[in-house]
């Protein structure tokens, strides 16, 4: 039997928006912009010791602009702005 696979948190991340475009399809300009901010985190982080990019992401994704999500659709978005804080090691605190 083969070992179970654990993903990153990034990639877990990643996984999540996705599902969100995939559910929500007239929200994917705003799947693309959070997406690119992702990027920039990943980019960032040898460079952004503060996490800024990551606390606007984390933000944006707990407080988001659509006001026509299900309870389903805020829970994944949970789901992704967990999963940055845990990629960023961020405590609720920050």
Known sequence: MPPERTYSPL???ITLVMRIG???PEVQGDILEI???V???QAHVGI???YRHARRVIAR???PLWDDLTPEELA????????IQRACKLTDGD
């Open 48 to 50: 952004d010791h503060g």
């Open 39 to 41: 990027s920039q985190i």
């Open 61 to 63: 994704l707990r407080h």
């Open 76 to 83: 994944v978005l949970g789901e992704a702005a967990n999963a």
């Open 22 to 24: 995939r559910k929500c």
């Open 11 to 13: 990639t877990q991340l």
């Open 35 to 37: 997406m690119l901010l």
